[in-house]
């Protein structure tokens, strides 16, 4: 009785969400080119990050190093994209790693994904809001607060006037939102806005490598001193000079923080159902536009640093300012236009998609019903706005803007993994028709040649199948699930890199052997016979870059702090109440 009632709980953790058929591609509806979902992609990406985000990494993580952060961080990106475009080639949906879950390798991997997506897009607006009370500030001549403690409380304590700022952001952003919902010419104010943010930070890379100094590349600790900053002998967080003056862990950190910069590229998969050839176009823009950004992000981070040195960037200093430090007025103000442009793209274009999150894990009886309402109706949309900016506004009163970042790019690299790891299994899953008597009888036929096969060494290297079988796809998939245990605990080993260096023999050993049973069980999943099935994308090199791709975010997530991990902990076991507390009963899958 225990075994069949843990059987029946193990299935209702695996069951999957059937598709309904998509939009014929030939439909009226289907008017997004390839082009058309780059410039989609591009704009959702280079967003407010570029003018923040740079210069807070440069100047507190990795000084001139910020690049090599940003060639990590896109490295680590380019994989997690090489992966959602195979597997929106295989689902030809509009969705998000929700839905790719849901209908690949089950509800519980499903729920975990958009519980992730919630949290790390209410860390998305949080930042949103902070970027808008920075803009303000840099109107204001950086005196945003100042002139609100003027204005309205003369007399109050700096923290009700910073609690006043995020109060007059939110209702800012409240009112756009508003107004921006029934405009139909979105699409052609994307791409204006877009062409705009492009032509300012071409601008940008240009100005910074003809008044650049190769110099601020090489600084030392003397620089420090001339500049009055000697407080201490070790000179505190500023470094020890030099192009890389945090170190390797300072690198390590700001391209774990990077990966922010990137994660916009997922809006394309949720236009899948407007694109003309889908199957196509999506992975071909998701991989254009992440490779174009990266040298954007590339161009931009070389620019900043080679124009200010990293000490001087101010707290909260956005990217206009280094112009105001080379004595360039004018361009600080076409800059500071190309942050608003940025600001406002992100208002313009689907402001806060966690709504449709949301509606779609209660429509699919996951979350509370009450919580299906947010997306029908006059004033459930505009209501549920209200509480998605009061939370976010209250997140970013209590977490630092670091924190925002940590938690948003911590969470899209857990989403990143679960991506590569069903590509891992899916492509060596053999063929299940469904529907009709000749497809039962088939799957029948399978079952039955499956069970009278038997797991042996030489069955492990020497498949006698030269299509999947589900003694295969099982072997790949337990394969999988362990390699991503022993590249977990090879990133906790590798994260103690100083003792590594040390030559401590057991701390070696440890590493080797996990390398060893790295390798072997790698090439047992090489082994096995791939499915031949026919889709327009497919990942490259299986099983090296799904594995690689999968190491790659593990070890950026360790290098986030105890506080970040703590946040998303919290958020996660509250997810979990609510899954097997009430989900995991109303689930509206078969």
């Known amino acids: 009785m225990l075994c069949q009632a843990l059987r029946r709980f193990g299935k209702k953790l695996v069951r999957k969400h059937p598709l309904e058929l998509p939009v014929a591609e030939t439909a009226p509806a289907r008017s997004l080119s390839t082009l058309d979902l780059v410039v989609l992609g591009v704009g959702n990406t280079l967003g407010v990050s570029v003018y923040i985000l740079v210069g807070e990494v440069a100047r507190d993580q ?31 949906h509009s969705g998000s790693a929700y839905l790719y879950s849901y209908v690949t390798v089950g509800e519980l991997w499903a729920f975990i994904s958009g519980w992730l997506l919630i949290i790390t897009t209410f860390a998305h607006t949080g930042v949103r809001i902070w970027a808008w009370t920075l803009f303000f500030d840099n109107l204001f001549g950086n005196k945003f607060s100042l002139t609100l403690q003027e204005t309205f409380l003369p007399q109050a304590p700096g923290v009700f006037v910073e609690i006043l700022g995020f109060i007059v952001m939110f209702l800012l952003l409240l009112l756009m939102e508003l107004l921006t919902r029934n405009i139909r010419q979105l699409s052609l104010v994307t791409k204006t806005l877009t062409l705009v943010k492009v032509l300012v930070l071409g601008f940008v890379i240009i100005s910074g490598f003809l008044k650049g100094d190769l110099y601020n590349w090489k ?56 694109a003309q050839n889908p199957k196509c176009s999506i992975p071909k823009s998701i991989m254009i536009s992440l490779f174009f950004c990266f040298f954007v992000y590339f161009g931009v981070s070389a620019a900043l640093t080679l124009m200010v040195p990293y000490y001087q960037l101010q707290p909260g200093s956005t990217l206009p300012e280094a112009f105001l430090h080379i004595g360039w007025v004018p361009a600080y103000h076409f800059v500071n236009f190309g942050f608003f442009c940025s600001l406002s793209t992100k208002v313009f274009g689907n402001m806060f998609p966690i709504r449709q999150q949301v509606y779609m894990m209660a429509k699919d009886g996951l979350l509370f019903p009450v919580l299906a309402r947010i997306q029908t109706g006059t004033y459930m949309p505009i209501l549920a706005t209200m509480i998605i900016f009061i939370v976010a506004t209250i997140m970013t009163f209590f977490l630092g803007f670091t924190d925002l970042l940590d938690l948003r790019s911590i969470g899209a690299l857990l989403v990143f993994t679960l991506l590569a790891f069903i590509v891992l299994i899916l492509r060596y899953q053999p063929e299940r028709k469904n529907g009709g008597k000749e497809g039962n009888e088939v799957d029948m036929q399978e079952e039955n040649r499956s069970a009278a096969e038997s797991l042996t060494l030489q069955t492990l290297f020497f498949p006698g199948n030269p299509t999947p079988t589900a003694l295969s796809g099982w072997v790949v998939s337990v394969c999988s699930s362990l390699l991503v245990l022993l590249l977990t605990l090879l990133c906790l080993m590798l994260s103690w890199w100083p003792v590594l260096l040390s030559g401590h023999p057991v701390w070696i050993t440890v590493v080797v052997l996990l390398l060893v049973l790295i390798t072997g069980m790698t090439g047992v999943i090489w082994r096995q016979p ?10 490259p090199g299986l099983p090296l870059l799904p594995l690689l791709s999968i190491f790659l975010n593990i070890y950026l997530m360790m290098q986030m702090t105890a506080g970040t991990w703590a946040l998303l902990g919290v958020w996660v076991l509250v997810g979990f109440a609510i899954y097997f507390g009430y989900g995991i009963r109303h689930s509206q899958a078969p």
Do not use: M, W
């Open 62 to 92: 990795a000084g001139p190093s910020l690049v090599i952060c940003i060639l990590v961080a896109g490295l680590t990106l380019v994989l997690a994209g090489l992966c959602y475009g195979e597997i929106s080639a295989r689902v030809p």
């Open 530 to 539: 791939q499915s031949s099935s026919p889709i327009h994308f497919k990942v």
């Open 219 to 274: 600084l030392t600790e003397e620089d420090y001193i001339k500049a009055g900053l000697n407080d201490t002998s070790s000179l505190g967080l500023l470094g020890s000079g030099g192009f890389v003056p945090f170190g390797f862990q300072g690198i390590l950190r700001g391209s774990a923080t990077c990966v922010f910069a990137f994660t916009g590229f997922n809006i394309i998969v949720t236009r899948v159902e407007l």
